[in-house]
T-cell receptor, first 114, second 114 residues
Framework: AQSVTQLGSHVSVSEGALVLLRCNYSSSVPPYLFWYVQYPNQGLQLLLKYTTGATLVKGINGFEAEFKKSETSFHLTKPSAHMSDAAEYFCAVSEKTSYDKVIFGPGTSLSVIP | NAGVMQNPRHLVRRRGQEARLRCSPMKGHSHVYWYRQLPEEGLKFMVYLQKENIIDESGMPKERFSAEFPKEGPSILRIQQVVRGDSAAYFC????????????FGSGTQLSVL
């Protein structure tokens, strides 16, 4: 069965500092991996996804993530945090079967300090 | 192009009443997913539907919960005889066939059970 863990339920960074949100997964087959962002009182939006090919994936708003099979990790980074990045971030995994069942991690709340 | 529409945004019910949550997927999307989000927790998969078919309901509680996606009209998540523990945010997502894991979320329905 698939599962996702996210280290750190709350992360605070200063504006302009590096953002690093950690995600580890377990999957019995090569996974598809995703990061979603949720702003207050809104649904989730896809930031980026990894399916196959290049292990460094670039997403919207300057975010990127690297798939490391040996570490079963898919950490999300951004070189310089902006105030507007404050939100809840969810890592997710999917095993391509006959449909796309996506399993989400518990989320990490990112605060950006001016 | 309208996004995923969920209504109502907020729903208050007393214990023992029924709750009906509606979701209209994006135009052209034939796959609908329902997730439940509790405070400090991630999104928990409930059910996956296609038109007139329940594909996977492994995340649905065995009693009181049901879902449908009729040929015409929105998808409905129905909770009978609600209890306080049903209080949560319920999110609907839709996806186009073939784009793995790319879910488009609605803004959710916040269910409060008094």
């Amino acid at each position: 069965a698939q599962s996702v863990t996210q280290l750190g339920s709350h992360v605070s960074v200063s504006e302009g500092a590096l953002v690093l949100l950690r995600c580890n997964y377990s999957s019995s087959v090569p996974p598809y991996l995703f990061w979603y962002v949720q702003y207050p009182n809104q649904g989730l939006q896809l930031l980026l996804k990894y399916t196959t090919g290049a292990t460094l994936v670039k997403g919207i708003n300057g975010f990127e993530a690297e798939f490391k099979k040996s570490e079963t990790s898919f950490h999300l980074t951004k070189p310089s945090a902006h105030m507007s990045d404050a939100a809840e971030y969810f890592c997710a995994v999917s095993e391509k079967t006959s449909y796309d069942k996506v399993i989400f991690g518990p989320g990490t709340s990112l605060s950006v300090i001016p | 192009n309208a996004g995923v529409m969920q209504n109502p945004r907020h729903l208050v019910r007393r214990r023992g009443q029924e709750a009906r949550l509606r979701c209209s997927p994006m135009k052209g999307h034939s796959h609908v997913y329902w997730y439940r989000q509790l405070p400090e927790e991630g999104l928990k998969f409930m059910v996956y539907l296609q038109k007139e078919n329940i594909i996977d309901e492994s995340g649905m509680p065995k009693e009181r919960f049901s879902a449908e996606f009729p040929k015409e009209g929105p998808s409905i998540l129905r909770i009978q005889q609600v209890v306080r523990g049903d209080s949560a945010a319920y999110f609907c997502a839709s996806s186009p066939q073939g784009d793995v894991g790319k879910l488009f979320f609605g803004s959710g329905t916040q269910l409060s059970v008094l």
